[in-house]
């Protein structure tokens, strides 16, 4: 049986990251992610996003990739699911979520997907994470 994290519960904002405030990344968003131990936490942070914009998180644990969306190619593959569209905080974001006891041996692959102010898109790096 696979199992999908719910990234939804326990947002916590840390604040801006050094990358994201003094724009030393450009090109896009960057997608980090440690952690991942069952009954454990993950943590979860997005930087490098651009003033304005909102994003969502997409997640699967069926492979990673390609799949292919109105927004271009992503590297997870279908079916998966998205997290609700969270605003940038000075440029990033961060949460943590707890990662159920079931997902033991599981391997989760992750992308942003930035939604720009000004109408566009842009993909972050893609994550993959096993539980263990």
């Keep these: 049986m696979k199992y999908i994290l719910s990234l939804i519960p326990t947002l916590a904002l ?11 990344l450009g090109g896009g968003p960057t997608l980090t992610v440690t952690g991942g131990e069952p009954g454990g936490y993950m943590h979860i942070t997005v930087s490098g996003l651009a003033t304005g914009s909102e994003f969502v998180l997409v997640l699967s644990s069926l492979g990673p990739g390609p799949t292919a969306t109105p927004f271009g190619d992503i590297a ?51 994550a993959t994470i096993s539980v263990e």
């Design 14 to 24: 840390l604040g801006a990251s050094l990358f994201a405030t003094t724009g030393l």
């Design 76 to 126: 997870v593959t279908a079916p998966f699911r998205l997290t609700p569209r969270f605003q940038e905080v000075a440029g990033s974001f961060n949460w943590t979520s707890t990662v159920p006891l079931g997902a033991a041996g599981a391997t989760f692959y992750m992308q942003v997907v930035e939604f720009e102010a000004g109408g566009g898109t842009t993909t972050s790096n893609p």
